[in-house]
């Protein structure tokens, strides 16, 4: 199983800590981590992940792979900018949404649009004319988080 | 100048005749409108485009190019599935959303990621802990949208 | 029908004007003509359709439309680096290969991966363990090029 | 270090064998192989790999990771079709060919374009105008392929 831990390539002390708690789960559960390979969000899972050996893989933006974050086991440079997105999506089985700016919000919806199930922690909250659209699996801390994902993908 | 016009594949009679008018009016001014080339909002864009004589350019997921919508002028088919999305965004200069799906909110994320100019009419409204994140130019109709987009790109 | 006509980005004179003539070409055919949007034989193609008031799209390397040649009518800017490649088959019908380096010779090779016919002049040979792979259908001139491609086109 | 192996999807025993010492040798040597997932000479080198406890990354056309052979360790479904030939061009610092068809040499063209090494056994002869371009270099057995894989890496 591989889950993609999506969020922020910059974020402060407490989202940090939220993402190197769901990494650590992640691979205390077994699963390969997944993400885009940069900093903040995507380093704080894959070096929680290595505190429990998990195995890490980073879909890099750029074609340097120095780029990737020293928790990435397997950093895969893309040069395909932000279109790289769509491919930390397709790679991940289930998503976990951590904090996040747009870049994060286009990889929820790149998920939602496939089918692909997506928790949220503390990330975007969707509306269409006033109407909140709910569906990201809204979790309240990391253990919540994944347990959530564990669940959503065996349900699919 | 390039004008996007994104929104879902399949749509309601009001939506379409928004999505025409705002093609209308995108090719009236001497734009040429990119879309995903398919049905709903994106066929309701071109058909308006091509009502004034306009150029339409459908970026298509698939590698079938009779996928496109009659309207469309020169049809790409791409084969990437959901990941041209990120090539509808990196095509056009402005984005006008007419309503939209989990597909219309990856292009919103993206451009916005890229620092492009999306405006809105009728479609996802934004949030994050509660607090609305306006980086969607609104626009109640479609003369209001496709005023402001060329505002945006000249601004831009 | 779209013809996409594929050759390096700097060229000699000669290549150029036979570029040029097989552009021409395609546009006294009726033919949407497809290439990569940047200098040399892309230019050259571009310039000749232009000059029988044909169609041309340039499916750009860069996420900068202003790459284009000024021949190019509609400039789709992809920031997918070489993998732009792959769209530049995908748009096309039938390929033409002028010359060529490298890149040209990905493009010969994933379009005949996917079984789209590519003619050739003056471009790639291909063999292995000694002996020739024939599978380029070769001209000897811009008109038996545009002649083999519509053929091809016709049979496939 | 990450080596990249090449081939076709299904290929004769003997080809396999030499894959497989391939993919033997560069676990041994230490370095990630990277490959296209698939079978043929990509699991032969894959499994090559595994029998020296060497990890292994397949990056699949299909957005099934079901596809990937049985000794891939790390699946990256892109449902790209053909178009992920450059990823699995930029996510190795140098590429093995071995055997191979039009795939392969795509992958080929695009590595020589980007100015990644490529090494060969009883793969493509590259020629233009009757003349041998000698991109590929050469190797007659698993041995010296990687050997020069290496050397060329530590030149780049």
Chains 1, 2, 3, 4 share one sequence.
């Not at 077994?30 to 195995?55: D, F, P």
């Not at 990889?107 to 990201?136: H, Q, S």
Request: hydrophobic share 45%.
């Amino acid at each position: 199983m591989y889950i993609g831990v999506i969020g922020a390539g910059r974020c402060d002390a407490r989202t940090f800590d939220i993402a190197y708690e769901v990494g650590k789960l992640v691979a205390q559960r077994g699963a390969i981590l997944v993400c885009g390979g940069l900093g903040g969000v995507m380093e704080a899972a894959c070096k929680g992940a290595k505190s429990k050996a998990g195995l890490t893989l980073g879909i890099l933006p750029s074609e340097d792979r120095k780029q990737a974050n020293p928790y990435v086991d397997v950093a895969v440079p893309t040069d395909l900018g932000e279109a790289r997105n769509a491919l930390v999506v397709r790679a991940a089985d289930v998503l976990i949404a951590v904090g996040g700016e747009f870049g994060t919000l286009s990889e929820i919806a790149l998920a939602l649009k496939i089918g692909k199930p997506v928790v949220g922690i503390g990330t975007w909250e969707l509306a269409k004319r006033g109407r909140p659209i709910e569906a990201i699996l809204v979790a309240k801390d990391p253990h919540e988080a994944v347990e959530r994902a564990f669940q959503a993908f065996l349900k699919s």
